[in-house]
């Protein structure tokens, strides 16, 4: 079965500053991988995907995610965060077969500092 | 871009009784639509799998009897929970596969569902 750890549950940074959210997932075959976001109240709203091919992905709003097959590993970056980037994060790992259902990590939960 | 409109965004309904969420595709066929329950700081639980003309297929865990699902159309899928309490107070979200296409679903911006 498909799983994703999100290990931080808060992250904390300074506006301007760098950000790296952590994903990890389990999946026997390729995976396709997804990093949502989701402002209070409000649905998810797709940052970038990962399917096949360059293992960097490029998003909206200035987020990059790489591909780590040997670490399992999909994590978010962002050089320099905005407070309006304040929101919930989450990861997806859908199955590459036909089905795709995605699997949902518990979310991050930027908080950003003036 | 496609776009899933859910309504309404928030309700709120008396113990026991029944209220429906919505989800339409707007611009585009979905023949799959998934729903999800969202608690507070947690993350998105599958419920069920919408297949259009076909009965919904419920997650383990899930009372088929509690949450009626219907899908009838190719933009349109419900979501009814029955006999509401205040143990089902949460957040509703639906997402929706285009036809034809397997890799990616759109959300809708979710219902707010409280029972009092």
């Known amino acids: 079965a498909q799983s994703v750890t999100q290990p931080d549950i808060h992250i904390t940074v300074s506006e301007g500053a760098s950000l790296e959210l952590r994903c990890n997932y389990s999946y026997g075959a390729t995976p396709y991988l997804f990093w949502y976001v989701q402002s209070p109240g409000q649905g998810l709203q797709l940052l970038l995907k990962y399917f096949s091919g360059d293992t960097l992905v490029q998003g909206i709003k200035g987020f990059e995610a790489e591909f780590k097959r040997s670490q399992s590993s999909f994590n978010l970056r962002k050089p320099s965060v905005h407070w309006s980037d304040a929101a919930e994060y989450f990861c997806a790992v859908g199955s590459s077969g036909g089905s795709y259902i995605p699997t949902f990590g518990r979310g991050t939960s930027l908080i950003v500092h003036p | 871009g496609a776009v899933v409109s859910q309504h309404p965004s928030r309700v709120i309904c008396k113990s026991g009784t029944s209220v429906k969420i919505e989800c339409r595709s707007l611009?585009?066929?979905?023949?799959?639509m998934f729903w999800y329950r969202q608690f507070p700081k947690k993350s998105l639980m599958l419920m069920a799998t919408s297949n259009e003309g076909s009965k919904a297929t419920y997650e383990q865990g899930v009372e088929k009897d509690k949450f009626l699902i219907n899908h009838a159309s190719l933009t349109l899928s419900t979501l009814t929970v029955t006999s509401a309490h205040p143990e089902d107070s949460s957040f509703y979200i639906c997402?929706?596969?285009?036809?034809?296409?397997?890799?990616?679903?759109?959300f809708g911006q979710g219902t707010r569902l409280t029972v009092v």
């Open positions: 611009d585009f066929q979905a023949t799959t």
């Open positions: 997402s929706a596969r285009e036809t034809g296409r397997y890799t990616e679903a759109f």
